[in-house]
């Protein structure tokens, strides 16, 4: 088996080196491998430092995103991906890369399921400088969507989860924007009853740049993408 790891770059040219040395233990631990970044029309150095590192690494990729936009970004990364598998990780590093080698590890393991959705919030989790107001919101939000669709999953607007490369293709057109993609993409898994298995998952924070996550700014557009997603639910149903 085989995975993509696809990470979103915009202006992190404070952050690359550290990533990629990060990303250096899935060598040792997956045989077949590739690491693609999608240049979302950074104005710093970003593209130019990872395609240098690319060059000396053929399992690291470089694209710029088609169109500007982190919905775009996830799109083209997943369009881009030679693999069975793809994991969506952030460049900030504030996700545990021992994860993603246990997300590769469980999803190969049990064949029947479509993805891993990794929780920051189950007993097993550990969470370190995590802002409080926008914890807060973070659990209000998702408290909501969990009573919207009945779920017992407590994460979903967590970017970094692990998915067959033909399910994410059956989910198209994918219709968001920015962060939202990430909600909108966990809940058409569960309205096309996609199987998924729930893990415990490790959240540390950025250490270097600053956050591109605007709460301000965001907040309709994971109102819309949940709405959005509630009426599809409910068209599928009524299908059957």
């Known amino acids: 088996m085989s995975i993509s790891v696809i990470i979103p770059v915009f202006n992190e040219e404070k952050q690359i080196f550290s990533t990629l040395k990060k990303l250096k233990f899935i060598k040792k631990k997956i045989k077949k491998y590739e690491i693609i970044f999608i240049d979302d ?22 694209f710029r ?43 190969k393991k049990y064949n029947k399921i479509d993805a891993v959705f990794g929780s920051r919030f189950l007993k097993n989790s ?21 009573l919207c669709y009945f779920s017992k999953y407590n994460d979903f607007t967590n970017a970094f989860k692990i998915y067959k490369k033909n399910t994410l293709l059956k989910l198209f057109p994918l219709i968001s924007e920015s962060f939202n993609i990430f909600l909108e993409i966990p809940l058409k898994i569960i309205n ?8 415990p998952i490790n959240w540390y924070g950025r250490k270097k740049g600053n ?6 700014e965001l907040g309709s557009m994971y109102i819309f993408t949940l709405l959005y997603c509630l009426i599809e639910k409910i068209l599928l149903m009524k299908k059957k």
């Not at 096309?192 to 893990?199: F, L, S, V």
């Not at 956050?211 to 301000?216: C, G």
Request: glycine letters at 4%; charged letters at 30%; a positive charge.
């Open 126 to 146: 550990k969470i370190n400088n995590y802002p409080i107001i926008k914890l807060l919101l973070n659990r209000f939000a998702n408290n909501i969507i969990r």
């Open 211 to 216: 956050s591109k996550f605007n709460i301000e």
């Open 192 to 199: 096309r009853k996609y199987n998924y298995k729930i893990i």
């Open 41 to 62: 029309f950074s104005t710093d150095k970003s593209f130019f430092l990872i395609k240098k590192h690319a060059t000396k690494n053929n399992h690291i990729k470089i």
């Open 65 to 107: 995103n088609r169109k500007k936009g982190l919905g775009s970004a996830i799109e083209t990364g997943i369009k881009k991906s030679k693999n069975y598998y793809i994991c969506f990780f952030m460049c900030d590093l504030s996700d545990d890369i021992r994860d993603l080698i246990k997300y590769y590890n469980i999803i």
